[in-house]
Each structure stands twice: as structure tokens, then as C-alpha cells.
């Protein structure tokens, strides 16, 4: 399952924001952002994507782009539903939270609580499940995975697997996002409450929410209208596997719309889904044992773009794309739904829609300038690959000009700052090269977003 972190995770690939330098009436803020959507479709014809933008209660823009089903023309609408992946997870984590509130559990209760012949159960928690610092081996990076998901999974058989895979560290040791500790987080929440997870939410959080287009993907029953999952290729895009999204589980089997989504952030931003307490502990940073942080709560993703704050996650799986955003003090909810995976950059996107109505509330776009003695010395030095966990970043060199190209995205040009140090000019980005003590290229560092992530070199 290819459930991936959205506006956070390692995202190079991004969108030009052309300021015009006029006022920035919402009028002209909707045109500038429907202009930069409608640039990343290629033809109409196309699988696309929806994307909405609101402050507040108000929603700013709200646009659908390409096709939802390509062979029928059947176009997405602002209210296509679309899966969602690993955004499935903040509900999740809502939903034990919602739980620990009633007394009905606590995420300090160890795995062998619910699961009493897990190996090491006893030192496993539920916040470390939540916060992706399980160790567990996750599920989904077994290299025949992708191979069975289009048929029902065994849950019976699934979770055993999962037990008797080596983990990957102690608990609380380190960060490694785990689908298994999300899989297991749903089933423990139709352990406690009685219901399947899926009842739980449309009870909870569905319902009194008005989300009447979000709901957990059954195959036989998938929502009206969804929106059909493409990859890109390169003779143009062609049906994805389809998911059988037993597989996903906790870990991301809903789906939802764009409108949804933004009832989803108003509902929990303004405390009408959980207690002040629970929220404080879903948006606080994890430490690890060694007392360093990542920018991962329960369920949610804590940065910050140009000195404003941003709570988010995204997701992923074949076929479709997104990413889920929230700026908690300006009250912006940034929402990108896209039914090709690979073939568009949703937490790009998101980026960029933020450029755009965020404005006048972000520090000014730091400026770089090309260092012309340092255009092509030393080049050979940087290329090669390096390991960003979930992905490889290539960087290949073409004369005088340096890419980088991360995974199945485009390749982007980066330019020289400094010794060793570049930029990008498609996106916020800067990328700096560290050097063993003999001088050989021991890693990358990519700073984005508020974040820095180091790759190690790949020999």
C-alpha cells in the first residue's frame, strides 16, 4: 500500500507562483488560482483533480479539473468523491481520542491490552502506534504487496504476518511511518467500541458533521460518481490497480470530497470533535528516547511555510493522490484531491494554492542568487543516488546544469548558492550536500517547508 505523507514528505516537485503585484481582492486571488490549476492539466481529457480553498466558514474557491472516468467523459464536479488514503489516519486518531475522552481506553495502554500474544506487546503503546515510533515492520513494504491488493484482505491471516515480521526498532527509538500501527489502531477502535470502525465514524464524526459524501471504500458498493483511479505513463495515463481497500484499512480506506474535507477541518479547528486536551496532544511534535522531535502528532503533520503555521497530511495509494491542509490561525483549509498517482504533486499544489491566499499572512520568499563561479565545478561530485526511506532521489548532471528527480517525478534543475549548497527555483527549496572527513559526498540535506531531511548517500 503506497499510503503516503502529503505536503510534507520530501516534495521537490512543486508549482510556480507568479505574484502580480495587484490587490488581492478574493476575485482576483480565484483567478490567479484557477489559472495555476488549469496549468497542471495537459488536456481536458485527462484524469484530474478538485481542489478547494476556504477561510473560515467561507469557502474562497472550489474547482474541479479533467476526468473522473476518461473512457465515458464523465469530467469530475467539485463533489466527485475520491479516495483519500493515508489522510484516513487523523480520522483514526480522532476516533481513539474521542475514546480515551470516555474512559474507554488510553494511549498509554500497552498492544498487549488488545492484542495479548504480540511480541514485545507489553513495551508498545497506542501513542506509539499514533505517532509512527512502533518499530513494527509495516505491512505494506512487502515487495509482493501491490500484487494482491486488487482481491479481499484476510485479516485473519494479516495481522499474524504482521506479528511475526522483524521490527525495526525499539519503541520510541526512532520515526518510521507504519501502516501496521494505523491498521491496527482501527481494529482496536471496533474492539473498544463494538462497531466496525467505519459505523464508529459516520457516527462520531460523519453524520454530525454533514460529510454526507465521505464513508470507508467498499468494493460492490463504492460511492456514486467516484472518481476512477489513473497512473501516468508514458504514452498518457491508463486504469491503476484497484484497490480492494480492505487492505488499507485504518491506515487509509476512506474516501471523501473536497467539501467534506473542509467540514471535516472546521469540526475539529473549532473543538466541535474533540476536547481542547485531546487536540493539544494530537498537534504536539513526538520526542523520541534520545529527545529529539518530528513534526508528526496523532494523525497530523505540524510545520510551518514562511512563518505560518501548517497542520496537514496527505495520501496515496495507486491511482489517486491528495492532501489535506489547515493554517489553525488564519483558519485556511487547503484541500487537493487528484485520481492519478503518479501524475500530479497534491502537496505541491497545496503549497502553491497557499502562496496564493496566505499571502499577506507569510514571510517574504527568501532570495537566492546564482553563484556564477560555482556553475558546473565539481558536479560530478553530487551525482548519484540517495535514500530518502519511502523514496531515491537521483541527481544527474547534464554539462553545466545539476537535477535532482525524486522517485516518478519530473526531474527539476538546482542551482548553486554556495560550495556544495543549491536551490531550486520551482519551489522553496534548498539543497546542501555534506562531505565526509575525506571529502567524498556523505549525504543530501533537503530543506523545505520548515523541514530538513537528510539522505544518505546510496553506494
Same mark, same amino acid.
Given at each position: 500500500?503506497?499510503?503516503?505523507? =502529503? ?45 478547494? &480553498? ?5 469557502? #474562497? ?30 480520522? =483514526? ?11 474507554? #481506553? ?31 515492520? *509495516? ?15 484476510? =485479516?485473519?491471516? +494479516?495481522?499474524?504476518?504482521? $506479528?511475526?515480521?522483524?521490527?525495526? /526498532? ?22 473498544? *467500541? ?6 464508529? +465514524? ?108 501548517? =497542520?496537514?497530511?496527505?495520501? @496515496?495509494?495507486?491511482?489517486? $493522490?491528495? *492532501? ?11 484541500? &487537493? ?5 503518479? @501524475? ?7 503549497? *502553491? ?52 528527480? +525524486? ?15 543549491? /536551490?531550486?527555483?520551482? &519551489? ?13 559526498? +556523505?549525504? #543530501? ?15
Amino acid at each position: 500500500m503506497k499510503i503516503k505523507i =502529503i505536503i510534507v514528505s520530501i516534495l521537490l516537485l512543486s508549482l510556480g507562483c507568479v505574484h502580480t503585484g495587484a490587490p488581492t481582492s478574493t476575485s482576483i486571488l480565484e483567478t490567479r488560482a484557477d489559472a495555476l490549476m488549469a496549468s497542471q492539466l495537459k488536456k481536458k481529457s485527462h484524469p484530474g483533480f478538485t481542489v478547494l &480553498v476556504s477561510r473560515g466558514d467561507k469557502v #474562497l474557491f472550489s474547482h474541479a479539473y479533467g476526468m473522473a472516468d476518461t473512457k465515458s467523459k464523465r469530467a469530475n464536479v467539485p463533489d466527485t468523491p475520491f479516495r483519500i488514503g493515508s489522510v484516513t489516519k487523523q480520522f =483514526i486518531a480522532a476516533a481513539i481520542l474521542v475514546l480515551q475522552e470516555r474512559g474507554k #481506553l488510553s494511549v498509554q495502554d500497552s498492544l498487549a491490552k488488545y492484542y495479548p500474544e504480540w511480541p514485545n506487546g507489553k513495551n508498545i503503546t497506542l501513542h506509539h502506534l499514533l505517532t509512527h515510533t512502533s518499530g513494527l515492520y *509495516s505491512y505494506t513494504s512487502n515487495p509482493f504487496f501491490a500484487a494482491q491488493v486488487s482481491k479481499p484482505a484476510n =485479516i485473519a491471516t +494479516l495481522i499474524p504476518a504482521i $506479528q511475526k515480521a522483524n521490527v525495526n /526498532f525499539s519503541p520510541g527509538e526512532k520515526w518510521e511511518y507504519c501502516n501496521s500501527g494505523y491498521l491496527l489502531l482501527g481494529l482496536i477502535v471496533e474492539k473498544v *467500541s463494538g462497531k466496525t470502525y467505519g459505523e464508529f +465514524l459516520n457516527t462520531e464524526f460523519f453524520k454530525p458533521l454533514g460529510m454526507n459524501h465521505t464513508g470507508v471504500h467498499v468494493a460492490g458498493n463504492e460511492p456514486k460518481g467516484e472518481a476512477l483511479g489513473y497512473a501516468k505513463e508514458s504514452l498518457g495515463y491508463k486504469l491503476s490497480n484497484n484497490w480492494d481497500m480492505t487492505w488499507a484499512g485504518g491506515a487509509g480506506a476512506l474516501y471523501s470530497t473536497t467539501g467534506d474535507l473542509h467540514r471535516w477541518n472546521k469540526g475539529i479547528f473549532s473543538g466541535k470533535v474533540l476536547k481542547k486536551e485531546s487536540l493539544r496532544a494530537a498537534f504536539t511534535p513526538v520526542k523520541l528516547a534520545d529527545g529529539s522531535t518530528k513534526n508528526y502528532g496523532y494523525g497530523w503533520m505540524i510545520n510551518k511555510k514562511r512563518g505560518v503555521r501548517i =497542520i496537514s497530511h496527505g495520501g @496515496g495509494l495507486q491511482g489517486f $493522490q491528495c *492532501s489535506l491542509a489547515h493554517a489553525p490561525d488564519q483558519s485556511v483549509t487547503i484541500v &487537493v484531491l487528484c485520481n492519478a498517482g503518479p @501524475g500530479y504533486d497534491p502537496g505541491g499544489m497545496t503549497g *502553491s494554492l497557499a502562496d496564493i491566499f496566505l499571502e499577506k499572512e507569510m514571510t517574504p520568499k527568501p532570495v537566492h542568487v546564482v553563484n556564477e563561479k560555482l556553475i558546473g565545478k565539481n558536479y560530478d561530485d553530487y551525482v548519484g543516488r540517495y535514500d530518502f526511506g519511502k523514496a531515491k532521489l537521483v541527481v544527474t548532471r547534464e554539462g553545466d546544469q545539476l537535477y535532482v528527480k +525524486l522517485g516518478g517525478q519530473n526531474r527539476i534543475e538546482v542551482f548553486p548558492e554556495a560550495t556544495d549548497e543549491f /536551490f531550486l527555483k520551482a &519551489v522553496e527549496a534548498a539543497v546542501k550536500f555534506e562531505r565526509d572527513k575525506d571529502g567524498n559526498i +556523505l549525504r #543530501l540535506v533537503l530543506h523545505q517547508n520548515g523541514q530538513i531531511q537528510k539522505a544518505p548517500r546510496i553506494k
